[in-house]
Structure formats: C-alpha cells, structure tokens
C-alpha cells in the first residue's frame, strides 16, 4: 500500500547534523568490494518469450512474409495493437512464424501460453480443411483448424517442462486449402519458468500448501455475495496441528453484531469462537494432523460490501473487494499469528496459495480478479467469471460498470485498466503505459512476473493511495503510486513477510523499487532526516505504527528505501543487483525475515555491515 499524500521529511539542522555522525558515506560502485552473494536456487525465474504481444515491431520473430505480424483491419489483436495473422487468402496458401527461445535448467515447470482467435468461412462441422500446427522443437504441441472457430480470443496452455535447459525453436504453421479462408489470430505469447517453483520449505510454518476452491453469486450491484468454500491444507510441521483458524480480516469494516464476512455450516472441523474483534474464527479439526497429513475444511459464506472508497468497499457502483475470503492463519515458532487488522498499512501474513474462484455476476459488471480469467454465459443475464491462480498470498476482485482498456507489456504481460466513472481516457492510456513499463522493468531486476496478467483499478477518490493485491492493484491516477503498486506484485505477493511485523520489508523494498524504475538515484535521501525517539526503528512493527501514525510513512518507506539506497552505495550497483534478484529467486513463494536479509546482504560484501544495521535502525 502506497499512502497519500506521501509525507514529507522533517527539516532541523539538529537532524541533519546528528545523520551526518551516524550514517555511512556514498561510495561509488566501482569502489565497493565485489564479493558474490550466497548461492541463489538453481531455477531462475524467466519469461523467455521476447515481443510476446508484438508491440515492439517484428524481432526477434521470424515469419514467412512481413505482413504476419501487424496491426491492419480485418482482425484484432487480444490486448495492445499488434497480433499474429496467419493465413486468412481463401487460397492455397501457407504461413509460418519462430522464435528461438531458451528455457533455463532447474525449474520444476516451464508453461507456454498463448491466445488463440480463429475465424473462417468454411461452413463444415466435420472436416477440417485448413489448420494451425504450433510446436516446440520437433514436438507438435497441438493442431487446431476451422473447427475451432470461435467469437473470441481462447487462452491455450502447456506444459513445456520437458526441455528445460535447452534452447529450440517456438513455431506455428498454418495453412490453407484451395478455397474458403481461415484466419488464425495469435497474441499475448509468454513461457513462464516461475510458475512452478516450490515456496521454500519452513517446517515451523503451518498449515502448507492451501488451496482455495471458492464459488459465489452476488446480486444485482455486486454489494453482496453469498455461496461455498473450501480450504485444503497439509501440516508442515512435526508439531500435531489440532486447530486452524480462518481470518476474516473484512469484519474490522463492520461489528460483531453486524459482521460483513459471515461463516457459517462448516464442515470439516468445529468452529468455535470469533476473536481478534471477530476478524478470526477458530475451526477444531476432526482429529490432528500429524506431520504431512492433509485436511479439507469447508463453509458458506456471505460477503457484504460496505460504502466507501476503500479496498473492501463500494464507491458508488463501483465495488472493490479485498482481503474479503476467509484464509488460513499461520503457525509459525512464535506460534498462531493472529495480529489485529490495521487500517494503516496491513496485517496479511499468509502462505502461498492456489485459489480457484468462480463469480457469478450481472453481465453488466465487469469484474476484475487476481489471477487468469475466463467468462462463460450464465443464466438470464450472467456472466460467470472463473478465475484460476497459483502461488498467490491472497485474492481480490473487483465488480462494477468500469470502462476497460488493455494492451501487452514488451516482455509479454497482459495488462488491463478498469476505471471508474470520471477518469479520462487520457489517464487511462498513461496508467496502461505505465503499468507495462513497471511491470517488464521489475520482472528485469527481480525475476518473471508469475501470475499470467495483470488488472489495475484506477480511482481518484481512494484515501490510501494505492493497495497491492497479487495480479490486482488499485491505484490512484499517479505514475509513481502505480509503479510502487506493481513493485509489491514482488515484495509481499512473490517473496512473502510477515506484513504485522515485518511491514519495512515490503513497503521499503517497494519504494526502492520504484526509485530504481523512475530512475531515482536516493542520491539526497538523508538530507532531512529526524527521528522521534530512540525507539522509533525502520523495522518497528504495525503495533508500533498504529500507535505513532504519523511517522509510519515517513520512517517506513522513506527512511526504509534510503537505508536500501545506502547499502548499494555499500556493496556497489552490480553486487546490490544480484544481490536482491538472487534473494527473490531464493525466496520465490517463500516469506522473507529481516535476518535473512541481512545475512544475504552480508554474504555478498567483505564489510561488516554491523555498524550499517545498527547506524540504520534495522533491528532483526
């Protein structure tokens, strides 16, 4: 979460004199000792398609003649403005499209997708006279022809697993015969080398492995959504897990007596007691869960979105609707997590998770979610949208008449913006340009972006700036917002923390990485720098924040990212590179600690950082 407006730093010449004894000297990158960090895991997260979206004119794609990829009238693309025509002369006729790609060794899965419109004029449903070949080296993939005709853009996926570690030629071919034509439309390519890389294992951090089956109706504002859930779960730790409990974070924006997240009918268990001012319900399991045992617990649920412009709110017709699915809690060495909701930053530690989500919904909303989504016609009016996403920490979606535009990142990232009413169309463009230059530079710096596309919804009347959900961020109309946004899709949604008690260790990263996206050096970060008292810390919790306010912004994410800034002047601009990019991959899906950080950061200087840590106010 990015609040607004970002407050400034506190000017006193006390301040910055005590700074200039305590924090450490710029020092140029070529005079930083160049020590390799620790190991990182032996995959490397990758999008290995280039110009996936063919927004950025033909290479490094070869095609058969030079009007395949193009952006001409007759056919339109699936987001942005280029797409892939092959065929379509209503002749003999043979069209052909490659890419060299090299998938990296030591990923667990390499996944290829890719969409897919198909017209024609054939008029058979038996035979299929012109066909589309897509294959992977010598392997053919799959073979689609005029029988797959359809209205639209069709998502298609495989697996491409088996030949990690080399590199092959990525082809399409179509042909046709000698009458009657068939247009076989491609767009938005990617081949992810993340999406199957296992979270780091923790065997103090339970229940492992969730998985969300969800299924909900709402009514006619998409304000009220009832329906099923379900949470599959395995226990990680040798410790018996006897209980879990269910975070029904939502309920802060209600009472116990009026609750908006409601649970009810749950199976699996015996719920007792709501706690945590009704935002945790404990459910007693049938019998424990040893080490590796799994369990399904289920409920129906009922969801209500209150007014206000909020992240689990309607402003007007238009809802948005976060952190409002019941999650598991975390069992970790400090024990049950179950810190309470704060409106100030946020408290939402959890696993990553894989969420199946079905909304059934006026076919006049739109409705945004995290993850990849498909609509099918539902009955008298509806739309049904199922939304699939793995490896996410949490899910959120939106509902509500918004104005839709879409393109593709250069590295091949959908990108989609839904605006609310009295956003110009001018600031939407500039958000989508924005959101696709954020996204491809820090995939760059961090790693692929895992999760498929990506939804942005754009509203001036949010309080609180912007907030971070994985694959859906809202945001305000601001270019910095929207990229410090997108950088938490890798500071808390890819390598996870404890968000209570750890907050520096998403927002600062974030911050950083924004400053590093916009081309801001820090370069003037400590020049007024004051701080409240000795307690007040960089790495202070959101106990500490909620009861000192005013400084959280200030202190977390300005004197965050500046300390950040500091320890690459420290190690140098090519060893803090590696460093953060080797420490995501090693944390892919994981969750972060500020040791580990340090230690990492450690491990790649011959400088004791001791002095650093403590100059900076970083305890951990």
């Given at each position: 979460m990015r609040?607004t407006?970002?407050?400034?730093?506190a000017v006193?010449a006390?301040?910055?004199?005590?700074?200039?004894?305590?924090?450490l000297?710029a020092?140029?990158?070529?005079a930083?000792p160049?020590?390799?960090?620790?190991?990182?895991a032996a995959?490397?997260p990758?999008?290995?398609?280039?110009?996936?979206?063919f927004?950025?004119?033909?290479?490094?794609?070869?095609q058969?003649?030079?009007?395949?990829?193009t952006?001409?009238?007759g056919?339109?693309?699936?987001?942005g403005a280029?797409?892939?025509?092959?065929?379509?002369v209503?002749s003999?006729?043979?069209?052909?499209?490659?890419?060299?790609?090299?998938?990296p060794?030591?990923?667990?899965s390499?996944k290829?997708?890719?969409?897919l419109?198909v017209?024609?004029?054939?008029t058979t449903s038996?035979?299929?006279?012109?066909?589309l070949?897509?294959?992977?080296?010598?392997?053919?993939?799959?073979?689609?022809?005029?029988l797959d005709?359809n209205t639209g853009?069709?998502q298609?996926?495989f697996?491409v697993s088996?030949?990690?570690?080399?590199t092959?030629s990525l082809?399409?071919?179509?042909?046709e015969d000698s009458?009657?034509q068939?247009?076989?439309?491609?767009d938005d390519?990617?081949?992810?080398?993340?999406?199957?890389?296992?979270?780091?294992g923790d065997?103090?951090?339970?229940p492992?492995?969730p998985?969300?089956?969800?299924?909900?109706?709402?009514?006619?504002s998409g304000?009220?959504?009832t329906?099923?859930?379900?949470a599959t779960?395995?226990?990680?730790s040798?410790?018996?897990?006897?209980e879990?409990?269910?975070?029904?974070?939502?309920n802060?924006?209600g009472s116990?007596?009026a609750m908006?997240i409601?649970?009810t009918?749950?199976?699996?268990?015996?719920?007792?007691d709501?706690?945590v001012?009704?935002?945790?319900?404990?459910?007693?399991l049938?019998a424990p869960l040893t080490q590796?045992?799994?369990a399904?617990i289920?409920?129906?649920?009922?969801i209500?979105?209150?007014?206000?412009a909020?992240?689990f709110?309607a402003?007007?017709?238009?809802?948005?609707?976060g952190?409002?699915?019941p999650v598991?809690a975390i069992?970790?060495?400090a024990g049950?997590?179950?810190?309470?909701?704060?409106n100030?930053?946020?408290?939402?530690y959890?696993?990553?998770?894989?969420?199946?989500v079905?909304?059934?919904?006026?076919?006049g909303?739109l409705v945004?979610?995290?993850?990849?989504s498909?609509?099918t016609r539902?009955?008298s009016g509806?739309?049904?949208?199922?939304?699939t996403?793995a490896?996410?920490?949490?899910?959120?979606?939106?509902?509500?008449?918004?104005?839709k535009i879409?393109?593709t990142?250069?590295?091949g990232t959908?990108?989609?913006?839904?605006s609310?009413s009295?956003?110009s169309?001018s600031?939407a463009?500039?958000?989508l340009?924005t959101?696709k230059?954020?996204?491809d530079?820090h995939?760059?710096?961090?790693?692929?972006y895992?999760?498929?596309?990506?939804?942005?919804?754009i509203d001036n009347n949010?309080?609180?700036g912007?907030?971070?959900?994985p694959?859906?961020v809202?945001?305000?109309v601001?270019?910095?917002?929207?990229?410090?946004?997108?950088?938490?899709?890798?500071?808390?949604g890819?390598?996870?923390?404890?968000e209570?008690n750890?907050?520096?260790?998403?927002?600062a990263f974030?911050?950083?990485s924004?400053?590093l996206?916009?081309n801001q050096?820090?370069?003037?970060c400590?020049n007024?720098?004051?701080?409240a008292s000795s307690s007040e810390?960089?790495t202070?919790s959101m106990?500490?924040w909620?009861?000192?306010?005013?400084?959280y912004s200030?202190?977390v994410?300005?004197?965050?990212?500046?300390?950040?800034h500091?320890?690459r002047?420290v190690l140098?601009?090519s060893?803090?590179?590696?460093?953060?990019k080797?420490?995501?991959?090693s944390?892919?899906?994981?969750?972060s600690t500020?040791?580990?950080?340090?230690?990492?950061?450690q491990?790649?200087?011959?400088t004791?950082l001791t002095s650093?840590?403590?100059?900076h106010r970083?305890?951990?």
């Amino acid at each position: 979460m990015r609040p607004t407006p970002h407050k400034s730093f506190a000017v006193t010449a006390c301040a910055v004199a005590a700074l200039a004894a305590v924090s450490l000297p710029a020092t140029s990158a070529s005079a930083a000792p160049d020590r390799a960090p620790s190991a990182a895991a032996a995959c490397t997260p990758a999008q290995v398609i280039a110009n996936g979206g063919f927004e950025s004119g033909t290479s490094p794609w070869t095609q058969s003649s030079s009007g395949v990829i193009t952006n001409r009238a007759g056919e339109s693309a699936h987001g942005g403005a280029g797409f892939a025509w092959l065929d379509g002369v209503g002749s003999t006729h043979t069209d052909t499209l490659s890419q060299s790609v090299t998938i990296p060794s030591g990923c667990s899965s390499a996944k290829l997708t890719f969409w897919l419109h198909v017209d024609t004029a054939e008029t058979t449903s038996s035979t299929a006279y012109d066909k589309l070949t897509a294959k992977i080296g010598s392997t053919t993939l799959a073979t689609y022809s005029n029988l797959d005709k359809n209205t639209g853009y069709v998502q298609k996926s495989f697996d491409v697993s088996a030949f990690a570690g080399q590199t092959v030629s990525l082809s399409f071919t179509g042909t046709e015969d000698s009458s009657l034509q068939t247009s076989f439309v491609l767009d938005d390519l990617a081949l992810d080398t993340s999406g199957g890389t296992t979270p780091p294992g923790d065997s103090t951090r339970t229940p492992a492995a969730p998985a969300y089956t969800v299924s909900l109706s709402s009514n006619t504002s998409g304000t009220n959504w009832t329906g099923h859930e379900s949470a599959t779960f395995t226990n990680a730790s040798a410790t018996p897990l006897s209980e879990v409990y269910l975070r029904l974070w939502d309920n802060y924006h209600g009472s116990c007596s009026a609750m908006p997240i409601a649970v009810t009918n749950v199976t699996g268990g015996t719920a007792g007691d709501l706690s945590v001012a009704c935002t945790a319900l404990k459910v007693t399991l049938l019998a424990p869960l040893t080490q590796g045992q799994s369990a399904t617990i289920g409920f129906d649920l009922g969801i209500t979105v209150p007014n206000g412009a909020d992240r689990f709110g309607a402003d007007g017709a238009f809802n948005n609707i976060g952190n409002a699915l019941p999650v598991l809690a975390i069992r970790d060495a400090a024990g049950w997590h179950l810190d309470p909701y704060t409106n100030n930053g946020e408290s939402f530690y959890s696993l990553a998770a894989d969420f199946k989500v079905t909304l059934d919904h006026p076919t006049g909303l739109l409705v945004p979610a995290t993850g990849t989504s498909v609509d099918t016609r539902g009955t008298s009016g509806r739309t049904i949208t199922t939304a699939t996403a793995a490896k996410v920490r949490d899910f959120a979606w939106a509902a509500g008449p918004f104005s839709k535009i879409s393109g593709t990142s250069p590295a091949g990232t959908a990108i989609n913006i839904y605006s609310v009413s009295g956003i110009s169309s001018s600031s939407a463009q500039s958000m989508l340009a924005t959101a696709k230059s954020a996204v491809d530079t820090h995939a760059a710096r961090f790693g692929a972006y895992p999760y498929g596309e990506l939804d942005a919804v754009i509203d001036n009347n949010y309080w609180f700036g912007g907030m971070e959900y994985p694959g859906f961020v809202l945001d305000l109309v601001s270019t910095t917002a929207l990229t410090h946004e997108i950088g938490h899709q890798w500071w808390y949604g890819i390598v996870g923390d404890d968000e209570y008690n750890n907050p520096w260790l998403d927002e600062a990263f974030a911050d950083y990485s924004t400053d590093l996206a916009l081309n801001q050096t820090g370069a003037n970060c400590w020049n007024s720098v004051s701080w409240a008292s000795s307690s007040e810390k960089i790495t202070n919790s959101m106990a500490y924040w909620d009861a000192h306010s005013s400084r959280y912004s200030t202190v977390v994410y300005g004197y965050g990212k500046c300390a950040l800034h500091d320890l690459r002047r420290v190690l140098g601009d090519s060893v803090m590179a590696k460093l953060l990019k080797d420490y995501a991959t090693s944390h892919w899906y994981g969750v972060s600690t500020t040791a580990e950080f340090k230690a990492a950061a450690q491990a790649a200087t011959a400088t004791d950082l001791t002095s650093f840590w403590t100059q900076h106010r970083i305890d951990g």
